[in-house]
Each structure stands twice: as C-alpha cells, then as structure tokens.
C-alpha cells in the first residue's frame, strides 16, 4: 500500500482528503433548518488578504514533493489567522497537550454556524524556485465547494517530485510595480516518526490497537502527531514530549477507526511555520513539512 499524501493535484488530495468529511459537511449546510443564521445585530467585519502556503511532502515509501498554494481571501467575520484552515483541512494548530479527536470539517461548521464566509480570488505572480533550476508556478484552478461558506478561485502547482529535499527554496510574490519580491525559505530536517523500538514507520508496518500505541515522533519545534484515515470525518492530533514520546489512547483509535472502516490510515509528523508580510497588501506565508506513513490498524 503506498502513500497518498503526494499523488495528486493539491485540489485533487483536497478533494480525496474531505471525503466522508465534506459529505458530512454538505448535509449540514443543506439539513431541515433553512432559517438564516446570524449573528444577533452585530455587524459583519470584512478583511482582505493574501495567503501562500508551501508544503513539503515526505512519504515514507517515496520521494519528497513540493506543492504551493496561493489566494486572495475577503474574510468574512473569520480571523486573518484561521483563514487557511478553512480553505485546507489539513493545516489545523498544533494542541495544547496530549491527544485530540478533531472534526476534519469543523473550521467549514463553525464558519457557517457564525455567520462567517471567505471568498477567494486568484493570486497571480506567484512561484516557488528550486536550487536545482526546477520551479513551481502557481496557476489558477476553482476551488473544490465545501458548505457553501469557501468557495472561488485559488491558484496551485504541484506536486513537483524531488530527488532529495534542499536546504533552501526561493519564494516569490507580486510586489509594487510589478516587481516581484523574493523570500528566503530555509528547509528544516524532515520530521519522523518510529515505533517505540524507534523502527521507521512504513506500508509494510501493522500496528495493533489491543492497547495505547507508543510513537517517537521528532523533528524541528512545533512538530506534532496527526493520524488521518482516508476520507474519514474524523483525526486525531498529539502533541510531542521533549522527549519526542507520544502516547495514542486506545479508546481516541477505536473511535477513530470505528468511524472510518477499514480505511488506510495516515500517520503524519507535522511543523509548520507561519509568518505575516507587509508590502502590496498583507501576505500570510505558511510554510509546512509532513512526513507520513500510511498504515493498516490491526483491532
């Protein structure tokens, strides 16, 4: 069984990733309660700005990837910060402690309970260099319907195959005047994961879930857990020890698999970075690195 984390379009994983999850998410926008939702007699507030996120793919079974994403975004009653979360159901904040049974579609629930929408445009001027001469252009593609609380156009490129990952990648955004502006992104160590024997996870792996599952994961600060079933509505996020010790629950897994089937499952070290630019208009970067493993969880 080999990763899915890298084999397609970034809209195409986006699509493949919401799954169950933005079936689930539809069926809420389109239940019995047809009234409109507001939010008492406040005000909506209304913001502008553009969002670029980098991802850097590690499978376990194959070569890393690079992928890039790129808008413009009205915010409706949404925080600049949350933003790309509910454009990608894959970025989510790191927790606090332990470990966490997450909805894969509750940025896109929450947006719509509140009242809140993020309209996208097309961010042009946007491209992403490789030391070795390969370059990523980000073209323009319509972004998948999800509740009907995200929905116009992105731009995307990717996934761009690498022969290894390099130390730095080139990023440039539209600037004044058309000039472009380029931004120095440095590429941390990848982020690993390995059983408690410190055994590299891989498809060949099956792991029992009898009891708690014992993980290492390491990698740069920020590095947490996510374990991600395949089209599941459902994850689970854990925060890392110093040690780079986590502990699964049994009971967060069984709920977990109970909800997804038989479903190949995703274990997933994630950092991510994000970093605010001023200029033309306000820019948001998001850089990330995900190292996954897709496993079969024995009962």
């Known amino acids: 069984m080999s990763s899915y984390v890298h084999q397609d379009s970034w809209t195409h ?3 493949r990733r919401l799954g169950l999850a933005a079936l689930a998410s539809a069926t809420f926008a389109l239940g019995c309660d047809t009234a409109p939702h507001s939010k008492d007699a406040a005000p909506a507030t209304s913001q502008h700005l553009a969002q670029v996120s980098v991802r850097i ?3 376990s079974d194959s070569a890393p990837s690079l992928s890039l994403l ?4 009205e915010a409706i009653d949404v925080a600049s910060s949350d933003v790309l979360g509910a454009v990608d159901p894959l970025v989510a904040p790191a927790p606090d402690a332990a470990c966490e049974l997450r909805d894969v579609a ?3 629930r929450a947006l719509r309970t509140q009242g809140g929408a993020v309209n996208l445009e097309e961010l042009g001027g946007v491209s992403l260099q490789v030391p070795s001469g390969e370059a990523l252009q980000a073209l323009p593609k319509v972004y998948p319907w999800l509740a009907d609380v995200v929905g116009g156009v992105i731009a995307e490129a990717g996934p761009l195959d690498l022969g290894q990952a390099p130390d730095t990648l080139s990023l440039a955004l539209p600037g004044r005047g058309g000039e472009p ?6 590429v941390p160590a990848a982020p690993s994961i390995t059983d408690n024997n410190e055994a590299p996870l891989d498809s ?3 792991m029992s879930m009898k009891g708690d599952v014992v993980l290492r994961v390491m990698g740069p600060p920020r590095t947490f857990l ?3 079933p395949f089209g599941a509505p459902s994850a689970i996020a854990c925060a890392v020890t110093s040690g780079g010790c986590v502990v699964v629950p049994h009971d967060l897994l069984a709920k ?3 909800a997804a089937g038989r479903a190949p499952v995703s274990f997933e070290a994630v950092w991510r970075e994000s970093r605010q630019l001023a200029g033309n208009e306000t820019t948001r970067v998001s850089f990330e690195a995900r190292s996954s493993a897709v496993l079969e969880l024995r009962p």
């Open 13 to 15: 994983r986006l699509r």
């Open 57 to 59: 793919d590690y499978p």
């Open 70 to 73: 790129a808008f413009r975004a």
């Open 106 to 108: 509750g940025t896109a």
């Open 181 to 186: 502006v380029h931004l120095k992104l440095v």
């Open 204 to 206: 060949r792996t099956s």
């Open 226 to 228: 996510e374990i991600r």
């Open 256 to 258: 977990l698999v109970a």
